[in-house]
T-cell receptor, first 108, second 114 residues
Framework: GEDVEQSLFLSVREGDSSVINCTYT??????LYWYKQEPGAGLQLLTY?????DMKQDQRLTVLLNKKDKHLSLRIADTQTGDSAIYFC????????FGSGTRLQVQP | DSGVTQTPKHLITATGQRVTLRCSPR?????VYWYQQSLDQGLQFLIQ???????AKGNILERFSAQQFPDLHSELNLSSLELGDSALYFC?????????????FGSGTQLSVL
């Protein structure tokens, strides 16, 4: 399809791991991105992965890429209340094309 | 702080009016992008400028126009405003025009059309 797809909502308990999934559309994408949007703020670049990689780890963040299925995931280890935000995946099509965003709610 | 500055933060206006949103890119960035974020449409790419020239066009309405000035700041002009134009408008910048470049976003202008 034409849309970058994400589930809308995820709720986890503080200290658990969060996994946010994304299905993108363009198999020739060079980089794939994760952005974070906190309430009342702009989009903050969180991490990215180059298309020739399967995995990238950056402190508590792990990005997994399955090019065959065009599936991208973001794992946040030891999720904190400060991680509560909307997370967007994005692919480099029409500048950047964003998914609908996954709202992560972290319960104390 | 991304280094991208947008003004104003909030704008309230009436239907039929015209407004101008302003954006200053990160120091050294030559590309500026405009996005619209609304509840029903999500994040929609409107237009990109590179070093003063229009580079790519997205879902920008004919009532909307943009430009990038020699000092690289950009303005998005919205005219004949309708209720449905109420949204958060973001500006982003990047170094150039390479595919897959990282975009750095400003904190947005919240437009309310009453």
């Amino acid at each position: 399809g034409e849309d970058v797809e994400q589930s809308l909502f995820l709720s986890v308990r503080e200290g658990d791991s969060s996994v946010i999934n994304c299905t993108y559309t363009d198999s020739s994408s060079t980089y794939l991105y994760w952005y974070k949007q906190e309430p009342g703020a702009g989009l903050q670049l969180l991490t990215y992965i180059f298309s020739n990689m399967d995995m990238k780890q950056d402190q508590r963040l792990t990005v997994l890429l399955n090019k065959k299925d065009k599936h991208l995931s973001l794992r946040i280890a030891d999720t904190q209340t400060g991680d509560s935000a909307i997370y967007f995946c994005a692919e480099p099509r029409r500048a950047l094309t964003f998914g609908s965003g996954t709202r992560l709610q972290v319960q104390p | 702080d991304s280094g991208v500055t947008q003004t104003p933060k909030h704008l309230i206006t009436a239907t039929g009016q015209r407004v101008t949103l302003r954006c200053s890119p990160r120091s050294g960035d030559l590309s500026v992008y405009w996005y619209q974020q609304s509840l029903d449409q999500g994040l929609q790419f409107l237009i990109q400028y590179y070093n003063g020239e229009e580079r790519a066009k997205g879902n920008i309405l004919e009532r909307f126009s943009a430009q990038q000035f020699p000092d690289l700041h950009s303005e998005l002009n919205l005219s004949s405003l309708e209720l449905g134009d109420s949204a958060l408008y973001f500006c982003a910048s990047s170094a150039g025009t390479a595919e897959g470049e990282k975009l750095f976003f400003g904190s947005g202008t919240q437009l309310s059309v009453l």
